[in-house]
């Protein structure tokens, strides 16, 4: 990716020198290795700079994990530079799919990891992808990460793939040696760096993982950091891998047009979504065509299904009736995933399409308690990978012993005390029609 980056501005700066009262801040600019620096703008609390445009080259690894630093700074002519704060932004979150540019501009508060926010600053940030499908198809850049519990507002789902989840271990820099001599807000800032990295990487791969079911977003994900101490940093990352089919841009204004007041000026431009901003296009592999009349039980016909890695695939369902779900079209054609007598699917989402639920078991549950000094070797995922999967096999249990096919609402915590960790899942046992009519 080719990244642009422009100082504009910054306000309300916290007083640096205490002679003058005033601040002579300059900023500078961090992609992965390379570090651009703005001129000093002397004795002011809002200075302007409005830089040249610092260019960044960097490759797809180091645009996903590494966010954009802007880091102000009070120049000091006989003594090192004051640190005023940070601002950190995450550019892959800013791609759009279908869109091989994407530029924003907006006030970041600047945080101090001592002093709270300190003042604003404003930046201008240009992200131009480089057309590669080699390299593309070996990137997570097109998929889109939801926190939502359901579908949102205007998608339609095409189809719900299953349970996608990754984790990341890593040391923890407050347990080094060179901890011991560096200054708290020094130390701070390591390990905020670094659990922004960990962050990005971590997304990353997740979204490797949904690419391979023939996703393109994950909904309901959920992030934590486990820290372990000395054995180190986990990070852990799941969500629900789904294909979500993106309103039109004429759906979209239509909206628009809803909502915009009968007393708005006719000269006035008319407002833009986001996505009309961006122009995303449909999705390649979705028919653009109008959905289909819904069909009757009886013209209902299942798809071949695909297994996944979790023993997930799609298959056709008829539309479904009885007034459209969160977020989806009643006429709107659904696939839903194969179930087997090995695998259940687990959903992070509480809320499923209309006509999917035709029972509801109860709460299901499991805990396993390990001990952290018992890992053989702390630097690898691998063991911590096998006691999930442990806790994962268990819910799975009880969830056929009350004669259910599915997982909703899932989620996963751990408990660390000491040595001791406490790994807990839970979620809803369902039973889901696997034809859907």
Request: with cysteine; aromatic share 8%; proline share 7%.
């Amino acid at each position: 990716a080719a990244v642009q980056v422009k100082v504009v501005a910054a306000r309300d700066l916290p007083i640096m020198d205490r002679s003058s009262e005033l601040t002579d801040a300059f900023v500078e600019v961090k992609l992965g290795p390379e570090v651009y620096r703005t001129e000093v703008c002397p004795k002011t609390l809002n200075p302007t700079w409005d830089s040249q445009w610092f260019k960044f080259n960097v490759n797809d690894e180091v645009f996903q994990d590494e966010p954009l630093q802007i880091k102000l700074m009070d120049y000091d002519v006989y003594s090192a530079h004051d640190a005023i704060g940070r601002v950190y932004i995450s550019l892959s979150n800013m791609v759009v799919e279908g869109s091989p540019s994407t530029h924003f501009q907006g006030w970041f508060p600047i945080f101090d990891t001592l002093h709270g926010v300190r003042g604003e600053v404003n930046v201008r940030v240009q992200v131009d992808l480089i057309v590669d499908q080699y390299h593309l198809s070996q990137s997570s850049c097109q998929v889109q990460f939801f926190s939502s519990l359901e579908v949102p507002c205007g998608f339609t789902a095409i189809a719900l793939l299953g349970f996608v989840e990754e984790l990341v271990v890593n040391d923890d820099p407050e347990y080094q040696w060179i901890d011991k001599i560096r200054t708290p807000r020094a130390s701070n800032e390591v390990r905020q760096s670094l659990f922004l990295k960990l962050s990005g990487q971590l997304q990353r791969r997740i979204g490797v993982k949904a690419l391979a079911l023939g996703g393109n977003v994950v909904l309901g994900y959920h992030q934590f950091f486990d820290l372990e101490g000395e054995t180190g940093i986990v990070v852990r990352g799941f969500g629900t891998c789904a294909l979500l089919k993106y309103p039109a841009v004429e759906e979209q204004a239509s909206v628009l047009a809803q909502t915009i007041p009968e007393d708005r000026p006719s000269s006035a431009e008319p407002l833009k979504s986001p996505l009309e901003r961006a122009k995303k296009p449909s999705l390649s592999d979705v028919d653009p065509s109008p959905p289909a009349p819904p069909q009757s039980k009886a013209d209902s016909s299942c798809v071949t299904p695909q297994c996944s890695e979790h023993g997930l695939g799609t298959a056709s369902m008829s539309a479904m009736t009885d007034g459209p779900g969160v977020g989806v079209s009643a006429s709107a054609p659904i696939l839903k995933p194969v179930f087997s007598s090995e695998w259940l699917p687990f959903y992070t989402l509480t809320s499923l399409p209309v006509g999917s639920l035709k029972h509801i078991g109860g709460l299901v549950s499991a805990k396993s308690v390990k001990l952290l000094d018992k890992i053989n070797n702390p630097d690898e995922p691998e063991t911590r990978d096998a006691w999930w999967k442990e806790v994962r096999a268990e819910v799975r249990s009880h969830t056929r012993c009350m004669g259910c096919n599915a997982v909703i609402g899932y989620m996963e915590s751990t408990s660390i005390c000491d040595t001791l960790c406490v790994l807990s899942a839970l979620g809803t046992a369902v039973s889901v029609d696997p034809k859907m009519g």
